[in-house]
């Protein structure tokens, strides 16, 4: 018959194999803000336009989302092929590489705050590739699973419908 040693020696035997030093075990879950604090990168990005499914940015979107731990948000998101500018300067982009350009990509940044309880983030932008949206304030959903963010806005700068992001936590 084997016998066991007592608890605190078990304990005891911890304590020495971390340095001396105890050790605190505690189980306690993120937020939801500090789950999505980090970097993330885009999985898909479509717009649900009364059923009718509109990639903008293609079915590879490429981009970066950052939340940071301070409220400040950034997002850039394009396709992953935008032609390149004839002339070398961007500034003297053709009618045609400019209408690609803006119609393939979008950036914005700017501050939020999360509702934990809705799973809600609110978004304050400060600045964006589409202006009409300086200054707004606006409210998008939340939904992690695993690694994966999936941001739902009922706002979209395409001329309506609900715009679903999924995005990838960086590593």
């Known amino acids: 018959m084997t016998t066991r040693p007592p608890l605190a020696h078990v304990l005891a035997s911890l304590i020495i194999f971390a340095g001396g030093l105890p ?26 336009q009364d059923g009718k499914k509109l990639e903008p940015f ?3 979107p490429k ?3 950052i939340y940071d731990d301070g409220g400040r948000f950034v997002l850039v998101v394009q396709r992953a092929t935008l032609p390149r500018f004839a002339s070398s300067n ?23 705050s ?8 609110s978004l304050h932008y400060d600045g964006s590739t589409y ?3 300086d200054g707004e304030d606006q409210i998008r959903l939340l939904q992690l699973s695993g690694g994966d963010l999936e941001v739902v806005s009922p706002v979209s700068a395409v001329g309506g419908g609900s715009v679903h992001l999924l995005l990838r936590k960086a590593k």
Do not use: H, M
């Open 63 to 65: 981009g970066i989302v």
């Open 114 to 121: 999360v509702d934990e309880k809705e799973r809600k983030i």
């Open 58 to 60: 293609g079915s590879e």
């Open 131 to 133: 202006p009409n949206w």
């Open 90 to 112: 961007r500034l003297n982009g053709t009618p045609e590489e400019n209408k690609a350009i803006v119609q393939g990509s979008i950036a914005y940044f700017g501050r939020y």
């Open 23 to 48: 050790v605190a075990i505690t189980c306690s879950a993120q937020s939801l803000r500090e789950q999505i604090v980090g970097t993330w990168l885009p999985v898909s990005q479509y717009v649900d």
